[in-house]
């Protein structure tokens, strides 16, 4: 309906379904213009992907000339074909783990493995012991008492 409004003694009727008509009318025009435009904005689009340079291991913008590059595009065919690859490998790995599991469990059975497994540690046990940098080693004696 109408809504009226007193101003200085002057009577303004606005009717709100002619204004909600208006609106419609002027937001359909702004989607027609854009739709008129999307040829150019879908060549600009592909323009910037093909041409813009971006560093390969995160999808940065270039900052030093150093820096190795691509095109965006690259970059994400190159980043989605990963993500597959990830994704079809942990399938394959989690169908395969209990043939793995026994096949592991078999090999560290064989004398020879748990020797060079036991060497192994032991070497790794005297490389840390005779470096001076990563050594710590705690020693505490304390006299038993009873608590109460």
């Known amino acids: 309906m109408a809504e009226t409004k007193n101003l200085m003694g002057l009577n303004l009727n606005v009717d709100s379904e002619l204004m909600a008509e208006a609106a419609k009318e002027a937001i359909i025009a702004g989607?027609?213009?854009?739709?008129e435009m999307k040829e150019a904005l879908i060549?600009?689009?592909?323009?910037?992907?093909l041409s813009e340079q971006v560093r390969i291991d995160d999808g940065r913008r270039k900052e030093y000339s150093s820096d190795k590059c691509c095109s965006r595009m690259e970059y994400l065919?190159?980043?989605?074909?990963?993500e597959i690859?990830?994704?079809?490998?942990?399938?394959?790995?989690?169908?395969q783990k209990p043939v793995m599991r026994e096949?592991?469990?078999?090999?560290?059975q064989k004398k020879p493995v748990?020797?060079?497994f036991v060497e192994m540690f032991m070497e790794s046990l005297t490389e840390s012991l005779t470096n001076q940098y990563k050594t710590t080693i705690n020693l505490e004696f304390a006299e038993k008492r009873d608590r109460y």
């Open 43 to 49: 060549a600009e689009f592909v323009k910037s992907m």
């Open 31 to 35: 989607v027609a213009s854009g739709l």
């Open 77 to 82: 065919i190159r980043k989605a074909f990963s």
């Open 103 to 108: 096949l592991i469990r078999k090999e560290f």
């Open 85 to 95: 690859v990830r994704e079809e490998l942990a399938a394959m790995l989690e169908e």
């Open 114 to 116: 748990q020797s060079k």
